[in-house]
């Protein structure tokens, strides 16, 4: 009865572990697209003449608030796969990262930040762009 015990413990434990070991291996399968859509969301916004008519804050808005949130989860994840990676039970079956993997890590890290620096960008100089006139002081005391 104990041995069977230990089993069912050895057998959860070892569900666990593939259940993670498939995870991680979907984030690292979803790296490829990850890169494509950064591109693709890159070369987008250098386009600037058919876009004027999107720069509306209800479009505006969502889309800086996504791709916020999607580099903030770019960033988080491949903090995690290295956190993982890095973990001494993961030691014994560590590979070293071929050079294309190292690359295109490193190339989502990079546009991840520039994501986060572009969107800051955006919103610091549409601040100042499109800020309303201020009207003096005088003005107003004399309109009443």
Do not use: Y
């Not at 434990?13 to 399968?29: E, F, G, K, Y």
């Not at 690359?103 to 800051?120: D, G, H, N, P, W």
Request: proline share 6%.
């Amino acid at each position: 009865m104990e041995s069977t015990k230990g089993m069912g413990i050895v057998s959860g434990a070892s569900v666990a572990m593939a259940l993670l070991q498939s995870l991680c291996t979907a984030v690292l399968t979803v790296n490829s697209i990850r890169v494509g859509i950064g591109l693709a969301a890159l070369a987008a916004g250098s386009i600037a003449a058919p876009l004027v008519p999107l720069h509306k804050d209800s479009i505006r808005i969502p889309m800086l608030a996504t791709a916020v949130v999607g580099a903030v989860v770019n960033l988080v994840i491949l903090a995690w796969v290295r956190h993982l990676r890095n973990r001494p039970e993961s030691q014994w079956r560590r590979r070293e990262l071929t050079r294309k993997q190292r690359i295109s890590e490193r190339l989502q890290i990079a546009m991840a930040i520039l994501t986060l620096v572009l969107v800051a960008a955006e919103v610091w100089t549409h601040a100042i762009l499109h800020r309303p006139p201020t009207v003096p002081p005088t003005a107003i005391s004399h309109s009443l």
